[in-house]
């Protein structure tokens, strides 16, 4: 496993030349001498549009594309590709627009939020981008697993802002704003009312800027789960195929390095079919060689955990909590009971072979 994952991070590492390349034209000029133009509308931008416009750079067909700002009917018609205006969807004409009212498109594979003008771009250029980016074959199977990954972890938050979509069912107020998000951030750039100089050139320059923004973010995106998601996927994989040789009630794992498994758990539960579900992780901390049991949250967006470690245990530490666990070399356990400690492996098992019978 260990060699999977350095196999891995020396294949994508984000020092890759291409990745490399695009990053550094994010602080060059967006116009190009190519044949290729690429319109969208004038006025007030939206991550959505910014986000589709440098995907589709990011694409061989519109490599380097020339971005039109423009809501006149002929000139959108005249353009090779059309995002975010012109009110039509039609992938042979390369038009992803979405404010029609019969428009009703979606990613697919269980995705149920209404596309932006960033979805329809991503649901049709995503594969080859994503191979372009990586060096890949579009067909690489590493290619389709990270396909449907990014849109989950970053395009469908941009659709779903868009579309006015709530992130959650209620009718509530928010207990805090959040404003630091993409959207919120790109909104930021649109030229502001006090600007002295409100021209079509000026508008054109916070466009370009509002295109970085998204554009490094998503570069960013894909080469995160590239180079550490994936890996860990694979190690993850293992480590459940391997669980009962942790301990024979099959819910408690042991991971052989400590990587990003929070999310792969609820998926590769669901894909392996495994019941009972897990309810703790246990990992070497990286920092010394002190272990690590986690309890596994209920869902990967949520704070509770399935079956946190015991009451009587929770906010104590060392001694104390050794004497009151009954278990030598216990370090501590938070508050909440989410996660522990213990000096060793063997500790740290009995803590959550305890934990899971309580």
């Known amino acids: 496993m260990v060699k999977v994952a350095k196999a891995w991070h020396k294949t994508f590492t984000f020092h890759n030349p291409l990745l490399m390349t695009f990053h550094t034209n994010l602080s060059s000029s967006f116009s190009t001498s190519s044949a290729k133009r690429v319109g969208t509308h004038s006025g007030t931008f939206h991550c959505d549009e910014a986000l589709a416009c440098f995907m589709l750079r990011l694409s061989k067909p519109f490599s380097g594309a020339d971005i039109v700002r423009t809501r006149d009917p002929k000139l959108l018609e005249s353009l090779d590709a059309v995002v975010d205006v012109g009110g039509a ?126 554009g490094g973010e998503f570069l960013e995106n894909v080469n995160y789960y590239a180079k550490s998601w994936l890996p860990a996927r694979s190690i993850v994989m293992e480590c459940l195929a391997a669980r009962e040789t942790v301990d024979s009630c099959g819910e408690i794992i042991k991971l052989n390095r400590p990587c990003p498994w929070k999310f792969h758990i609820h998926e590769l539960e669901e894909e392996m079919k495994i019941n009972p579900s897990i309810k703790y992780v246990l990992y070497q901390d990286d920092r010394s060689e002190k272990w690590r049991l986690q309890a596994v949250a209920i869902s990967p967006a949520r704070f509770e955990s399935r079956k946190p470690l015991p009451y009587l245990w929770r906010g104590l530490e060392n001694d104390r909590l050794s004497e009151v666990a009954g278990i030598p070399g216990c370090t501590f356990v938070h508050m909440s009971g989410f996660i522990g400690g213990n000096k060793s492996y063997d500790g740290a098992l009995a803590m959550a072979k305890t934990s899971l019978n309580a």
């Open 89 to 214: 969807y039609d992938p042979i004409r390369h038009r992803y627009d979405h404010h029609q009212e019969d428009f009703h498109q979606v990613f697919g594979q269980g995705f149920v939020t209404k596309l932006s003008s960033a979805g329809l771009v991503y649901k049709h250029f995503g594969l080859k981008i994503i191979a372009n980016v990586l060096r890949l074959d579009e067909g690489h199977p590493h290619v389709h697993q990270l396909y449907p990954a990014i849109y989950r972890n970053f395009v469908e938050s941009v659709d779903a802002v868009d579309n006015g979509v709530n992130q959650y069912d209620s009718d509530e107020s928010p207990k805090y704003v959040i404003n630091t998000d993409l959207a919120s951030r790109i909104k930021r750039l649109n030229l502001d009312w006090t600007d002295a100089d409100q021209s079509s050139d000026a508008e054109t320059e916070a466009f370009h800027r509002a295109m970085a923004l998204a």
